[in-house]
């Protein structure tokens, strides 16, 4: 299924889909198949963005129970929020060194352009791990540490180089690239003009963006909490959950927006 497979894997470049590729031809030999599936290359893009998968990796229940709230918290805000990509699947089968779970997204269609709300709401994708977290169990963990990256240069994107800060205003903040040589190979350095105060007033901003996702994000997910609380059970249950699974059980709750089919 050509449409689906591209959908899956934006961003991918020709050696990502060689190596998708390959690693479904591996799997589907493992398995001793004549020929590669969708089942194969869906597994082999995981592997490609994920990891392996670490069966044998031990995780207590009580841990197995957080992961789980924390990526049913990134998919549910990403069901309920306009303008983010669908969920493709959850999964709490460890992966890699250090994944204990992720979230898959499957985008809609290609874009070339990305408005300033669907950067807001990308935010608050990334954010629904940690504050799903702390309204389930009091308290955040170490697991949102790549969230945290991933959104935090999001918003500083969104400030230095985008011009979408009301406060810093439609001004390039960004480094600017310096040539260094006129003749022969060319040689540039990264330079920045700004101020120590320009410095601090855009990690203000950031920090702001930051505040007001987190608002949003808690209210999405304290006013949809049931259906939260359903998602995680059956995650654990199940370990990995596929968009119509998703999509049975929101269709049970019929409060708020319903995942994009």
Not at 63 to 82: D, F, I, M, T
Not at 106 to 119: A, G, H
């Given at each position: 299924?050509?449409?689906?497979?591209?959908?899956?894997?934006?961003?991918?470049?020709?050696?990502?889909?060689?190596?998708?590729?390959?690693?479904?031809?591996?799997?589907?030999?493992?398995?001793?198949?004549?020929?590669?599936?969708?089942?194969?290359?869906?597994?082999?893009?995981?592997?490609?963005?994920?990891?392996?998968?670490?069966?044998?990796?031990?995780?207590?229940?009580?841990?197995?129970?957080?992961?789980?709230?924390?990526?049913?918290?990134?998919?549910?805000?990403?069901?309920?929020?306009?303008?983010?990509?669908?969920?493709?699947?959850?999964?709490?089968?460890?992966?890699?060194?250090?994944?204990?779970?992720?979230?898959?997204?499957?985008?809609?269609?290609?874009?070339?352009?990305?408005?300033?709300?669907?950067?807001?709401?990308?935010?608050?994708?990334?954010?629904?791990?940690?504050?799903?977290?702390?309204?389930?169990?009091?308290?955040?963990?170490?697991?949102?540490?790549?969230?945290?990256?991933?959104?935090?240069?999001?918003?500083?994107?969104?400030?230095?180089?985008?011009?979408?800060?009301?406060?810093?205003?439609?001004?390039?903040?960004?480094?600017?690239?310096?040539?260094?040589?006129?003749?022969?190979?060319?040689?540039?350095?990264?330079?920045?003009?700004?101020?120590?105060?320009?410095?601090?007033?855009?990690?203000?901003?950031?920090?702001?963006?930051?505040?007001e996702a987190s608002e949003t994000v808690r209210e999405v997910l304290t006013t949809?909490?049931?259906?939260?609380?359903?998602?995680?059970?059956?995650?654990?249950?199940?370990?990995?959950?596929?968009?119509?699974?998703?999509?049975?059980?929101?269709?049970?709750?019929?409060?708020?927006?319903?995942?994009?089919?």
């Amino acid at each position: 299924d050509l449409p689906k497979l591209a959908k899956i894997t934006p961003g991918f470049v020709g050696a990502d889909l060689a190596n998708l590729v390959n690693e479904a031809a591996l799997l589907a030999a493992r398995a001793d198949k004549n020929r590669v599936t969708m089942v194969e290359f869906e597994e082999g893009i995981e592997r490609v963005i994920a990891g392996l998968e670490k069966q044998t990796r031990i995780i207590h229940e009580d841990e197995k129970q957080r992961v789980a709230y924390h990526e049913c918290g990134h998919a549910l805000v990403a069901c309920s929020l306009p303008h983010t990509d669908p969920v493709h699947k959850i999964s709490i089968i460890p992966r890699g060194f250090g994944s204990l779970g992720y979230t898959m997204h499957r985008p809609e269609e290609e874009k070339q352009l990305v408005m300033q709300s669907e950067l807001e709401n990308q935010i608050c994708c990334l954010l629904g791990g940690i504050v799903a977290e702390e309204i389930v169990f009091g308290e955040t963990s170490t697991g949102a540490q790549n969230d945290l990256q991933r959104a935090t240069e999001i918003a500083r994107r969104m400030i230095t180089d985008f011009g979408m800060s009301r406060k810093m205003g439609r001004v390039f903040h960004g480094e600017r690239q310096i040539t260094l040589t006129f003749s022969g190979p060319q040689q540039f350095r990264n330079e920045s003009s700004r101020s120590e105060e320009t410095v601090r007033e855009i990690d203000l901003e950031i920090k702001r963006i930051i505040d007001e996702a987190s608002e949003t994000v808690r209210e999405v997910l304290t006013t949809r909490r049931e259906v939260l609380d359903h998602m995680s059970r059956e995650l654990v249950e199940v370990e990995v959950m596929d968009a119509d699974h998703l999509k049975r059980i929101l269709d049970e709750h019929t409060t708020g927006p319903q995942i994009k089919p």
